[in-house]
């Protein structure tokens, strides 16, 4: 089977019992970074010296057939440098193989960055969504937050840190300054810190400068109660300016919570009066 193994985001503390054993006994390893994998080895005083393949971002799609057939035969333990592999990290094209193949796969739980930082940001936990990196380009992460500027659900974001003050600055401005956030740094390392605050504070305090590995909790957007008058003069200004009249009346349904057939059929009913 392919197993799929979570390795610590930061302290070495955190690899379970059920890991060491996992890599103790493993024959072959695939491995985001086979040096940072056979560092883990050894600061885990891991005697194993398993075979390790290169399994990374760049070379996933060619390898993962050869590893899937391979997995049909013995235990293939997939890691990635950090965390659980497939979120944000390599593995989903391997696992999605062997799931089209019949070839089983299991996964030794663990530390995730993403549920970490969600955990501790102090913002709702009951709905969240992973948005994994924003684009590099302003132009497309202003898109990007563009699009996702009315999601009431709470949104997990990483970001290098040499981005981090231009993102949060772009989604202060694609979010509102006053939206609610929470920028987490190094988890689960010494250096550990949580700010919590405006978007637009936190870009003011991330334009000093901030090291490490970096994850952004941003709070969903609040909702906002709108008429059935105001959502139908919505859509016909759209259609105003050339959208389809089914296409206006289903993104603004979507927007606003209001119902898309009975905003269709308010547009169609002004339609007529109009023509009277």
């Keep these: 089977m392919i197993l799929l193994a979570a390795t610590p985001i930061g302290n070495l503390g955190d690899a379970s019992l059920r890991l060491r054993e996992t890599l103790e006994a493993a024959t072959v390893i695939a491995a985001e970074d086979t040096r940072h994998t056979a560092q883990l080895l050894r600061l885990l005083g891991i005697e194993n010296r398993p075979e390790m393949l290169a399994l990374h971002d760049h070379n996933e799609h060619e390898k993962a057939a050869a590893l899937v057939e391979r997995a049909a035969g013995e235990d293939v333990v997939l890691v990635s440098d950090a965390g659980m592999p497939t979120v944000s990290d390599p593995g989903f094209r391997v696992v999605q193989l062997a799931a089209e193949r019949g070839v089983e796969v299991s996964a030794i739980p663990g530390p995730s960055a993403v549920i970490t930082a969600l955990a501790v940001a102090g913002l709702p936990t009951d709905r969240f969504a992973f948005e994994g990196f924003l684009p590099r380009k302003a132009g497309e992460r202003s898109r ?78 609040p909702e906002v109660v709108v008429s059935a008058e105001t959502a139908l003069a919505e859509v016909q200004q759209r259609v105003a300016e ?26 169609l009913e002004a339609r007529a009066e109009g023509t009277r």
């Design 144 to 221: 990007a937050l563009a699009a996702l500027a009315a999601e009431r659900r709470t949104l997990v974001f990483f970001e290098a840190p040499t981005r981090l003050a231009a993102s949060l600055a772009d989604l202060a401005t694609a979010f509102g300054p006053d939206r609610p956030a929470a920028v987490c740094r190094e988890l689960t390392k010494l250096h550990e810190e949580v700010r919590r605050g405006s978007l637009a504070d936190l870009a003011d305090w991330a334009a000093e400068g901030v090291r490490g590995e970096i994850v952004v909790v941003v709070g969903g957007a």
């Design 242 to 267: 050339g959208e389809r009249l089914k296409d206006a009346t289903r993104s603004v349904a979507e927007a606003t919570g209001l119902s898309a057939r009975e905003l269709y059929a308010a547009a």
